[in-house]
């Protein structure tokens, strides 16, 4: 994890309360996310990732005491989607405090289904426009481990 990463929290869960990684292999999508996210609260820290993998490592090389407080990922991603991710995660009690989010352009039921059973704390659609994305994010905010 970069130095600039490092945090000053000293929760016992070791969560960074304004650390988010969020897995978005759009660059459009990254530059709004990180626009919107600074217009709510420009204190938080947003790590993104463009594919399974990626989120994987970056949480692997996370020290203990630097988690991120909320983990956002895109349902279809290269390497890995949200899913096959949330069901790696699922077995490792060190990410079982961390909220999860699938967000989707898929409205599928089935893929709800599989990845509220993986540990999803919520599926969230994707929304068509910019006023209903600000609501969203600030929905997502309300998931995050304090």
């Known amino acids: 994890m970069p130095q600039n990463l490092i945090s000053s929290d000293n929760s016992t869960l070791g969560i960074n309360n304004k650390l988010i990684l969020i897995a978005e292999d759009d660059l459009d999508d990254q530059e709004l996310l990180k626009e919107i996210f600074a217009s709510i609260d420009d204190s938080f820290l947003l790590l993104f990732a463009d594919n399974g993998s990626q ?30 991710i949330l069901k790696e995660l699922k077995p490792n009690s060190r990410y079982n405090a961390i909220p999860k989010i699938i967000w989707s352009t898929s409205k599928s039921a089935t893929y709800k289904d599989i990845c509220l059973e993986l540990g999803a704390s919520i599926y969230l659609v994707k929304p068509s426009n910019v006023n209903d994305l600000v609501e969203i994010c600030r929905y997502m905010l309300s998931f995050r481990a304090l």
């Open 55 to 84: 989120v994987m490592t970056l949480l692997d090389e996370s020290d203990d005491k630097n988690l991120p407080c909320l983990i956002i990922l895109d349902y279809n991603m290269p390497g890995s989607n949200g899913a096959e």
